[in-house]
């Protein structure tokens, strides 16, 4: 799929293909797809008007990967680092932040945490004054997350995860992410809120219907979003799409000139959508 590039993200393409500008790094990031049985919905955020990266695009809860986050001090249940890096194609310590940075990018962005007080126990529920306060510490970055589970007494609990896609933001972006998707079932007992922050709505949607305000231009999707979306309107359930068996291959967007005109080529995204210009956002 080719989507026009106009105008200044248009010229900023010629320049960086030329060698005029210098490609901006790739910054490690998590996404997390938090899913709900009846029908089967997913939790979007959108972007407020403001923001420098997606600005008003609904989105997934995720984000960069804090130094943190690979901390060996956080608390662990579930599949290992290792793991999670021979499934994504990264280096252990890597693989530990990006994990760490989905579960806390989650409960900050929407009040999910998949955290237990032990390896089979999961909290349930995440609301009231002392919670909020340690969202906001979080985002704040007073607080760590090893500092939070441990004050708490809680273990990550990684089996709750699964792994879904590999997104690289293209070149000609000025903020680029390296992104890792994650799938993760609402957490019984769990209820997600309008936490504030960089979103200034939420909402949970069917895939389809997603899709379908996104085609009638009601709501913008960033590539990753609407391809994501595109791969679980295909399921009824959310124990389907956690079963589902996942091959991860990187995703990199890039800009081209085409009879004249610049633009991106995103590779296996299907028919998209009511999308933005960059391709390696949530």
Do not use: N
Not at 75 to 104: N, Q
Not at 122 to 129: E, H, L
Not at 160 to 174: F, K, M, S, V
Not at 209 to 222: C, K, V
């Amino acid at each position: 799929m080719a989507i026009p590039l106009p105008g200044e993200i248009g010229q900023r393409a010629r320049d960086v293909l030329a060698g005029r500008v210098p490609v901006v790094p790739a910054r490690d990031a998590a996404t997390v797809v938090v899913l709900r049985d009846g029908p089967l919905e997913v939790y979007l955020l959108r972007r407020k008007a403001t923001m420098a990266f997606a600005a008003g695009a609904y989105v997934f809860p995720g984000g960069s990967v804090d130094p943190r986050d690979a901390d060996h001090a956080v608390a662990w249940a579930g599949p290992s680092p290792r793991e999670w890096g021979a499934v994504f194609g990264a280096d252990e310590r890597t693989a530990r932040g990006l994990v760490c940075a989905a579960v806390r990018e989650t409960f900050e962005e929407s009040g999910v945490l998949l955290a237990g007080p032990s390896a089979t126990t999961i909290v349930a529920d995440t609301t009231g004054d002392d919670w909020e306060a340690d969202r906001l510490a979080l985002i704040a970055h007073e607080l760590s997350f090893a500092e939070f589970l441990d004050r708490r007494g809680l273990v990550l609990r990684s089996d709750l995860l699964r792994p879904w896609a590999h997104w690289i933001t293209p070149e000609i972006e000025t903020k680029r992410f390296d992104t890792r998707f994650f799938v993760a079932a609402l957490p019984p007992g769990q209820r997600t809120r309008d936490v504030g922050g960089e979103a200034d709505m939420v909402a949970w949607m069917p895939p389809a219907a997603a899709l379908d305000r996104a085609a009638a231009g009601e709501i913008m999707l960033m590539p990753p979003t609407f391809s994501t979306l595109a791969e679980m309107s295909e399921f009824e359930a959310v124990g389907d799409v956690l079963r589902a068996d996942r091959v991860i291959t990187t995703i990199q967007p890039s800009a081209a000139e085409v009879d004249g005109e610049m633009v991106l080529i995103v590779p296996d995204a299907g028919q998209l959508a009511g999308q933005g210009d960059g391709g390696g956002g949530r």
